[in-house]
């Protein structure tokens, strides 16, 4: 898959917006079974905007160059845009000079943060980097989401797992919530890096794969990282878990984040929890993907 095209994005998603509003929303009248297409027509959304019904065509067919950021402004607020969407279509809309070769190189990870790892004993733990990649983890964080290390690199993707590995779709309890967070992170990291060829490869293979992702993906919808709240796992070999999350952006490289996991004190999750870390501190206990081997290292190869 060539590199995503970022005036097909554009036009994509100014469409997807303006297809999930009613006019009812806008303080527009509904004509109801008039109208030919969901939510508000082009002349709508320009009226609302304040431009020209052919100015609003030629930004949703992608020809956005040069738009000043007051133009911007008005369709995000006509399109009822949150502040990550409306980064997100400034993004799309600025001319943008494609680099030669867009693959980057792996990501390291800091000796700090892999002893920080190690000693996160009864805590799982792992780093997340670029295009939602997992390139360190500890040895708890392999007994409850799976052994990563026994994966290729290329395939420690949380994006991948959630869609393409049928065990870690069964571990998510709350599975359509997952996948959508996902891949709307992975969309906003799109808007940020449209020339990685690595994340074209990644869309093109779900794409091919999932006719889930396809659908989420169709939807343009755009999210930043969640940075706490709760997961409800079905867990293979521990049953329930309810482990509350923390995501923490790292000062010096903002595109790797450490996630930890907890369990409420005295809870039965918190039970189920230590005694996975028991197992985990003796032979390696596979995760969920139970047919994968033993962990590779107390926390995880480089990517």
């Given amino acids: 898959m060539d590199q995503l095209d970022q005036r097909a994005e554009l036009g994509e998603f100014l469409r997807t917006r303006r297809a999930r509003l009613r006019p009812e929303d806008v303080g527009l009248p509904d004509y109801g079974r008039h109208r030919r297409v969901p939510g508000l027509r082009r002349e709508e959304l320009a009226q609302l905007a304040g431009v020209s019904v052919a100015y609003y065509t030629r930004l949703e067919q992608g020809h956005g160059q ?3 950021a007051e133009v911007l402004d008005a369709i995000a607020r006509a399109l009822r845009l949150d502040d990550t969407e409306s980064a997100h279509l400034a993004r799309l809309a600025s001319p943008r000079t494609r680099r030669r070769g867009g693959t980057r190189r792996p990501e390291q990870v800091r000796p700090q943060l892999r002893t920080l790892l190690e000693a996160m004993g009864d805590v799982p733990a792992y780093l997340v980097g670029r295009r939602q990649d997992v390139i360190g ?3 708890l964080a392999a007994a409850v989401f799976g052994d990563f290390g026994a994966l290729p690199p290329a395939e420690r993707n949380l994006v991948r797992l959630v869609f393409l590995d049928p065990a870690t779709a069964e571990l998510y309890a709350e599975w359509e919530c997952r996948a ?4 709307s992170n992975l969309r906003l990291y799109a808007g940020r ?3 990685d060829e690595q994340l074209s490869a990644l869309v093109g293979e779900l794409s091919v794969k999932s006719e889930e992702f396809r659908r989420l993906w169709a939807a343009h919808t755009v999210a930043d990282r969640k940075t706490y709240g709760v997961k409800q796992l079905r867990h293979p070999l521990v ?3 309810a482990l509350s999350f923390e995501t923490l ?4 490289d903002p ?7 907890h369990a409420e004190p005295g809870s039965p999750s918190a039970d189920a929890l230590r005694m996975l870390s028991s197992w985990s501190a003796a ?3 596979p995760g969920p993907q139970q047919s994968r081997a033993a962990a590779r290292g107390p926390a995880g190869e480089p990517a």
């Fill in 66 to 68: 040069n738009v000043s």
């Fill in 137 to 139: 983890w500890n040895p």
């Fill in 180 to 183: 959508c967070e996902v891949v």
């Fill in 193 to 195: 890096h449209p020339d």
């Fill in 239 to 241: 049953g329930r878990l």
């Fill in 249 to 252: 952006a790292l000062p010096d």
């Fill in 255 to 261: 595109a790797q984040s450490l996630v930890t996991f």
């Fill in 283 to 285: 032979p390696p206990t």
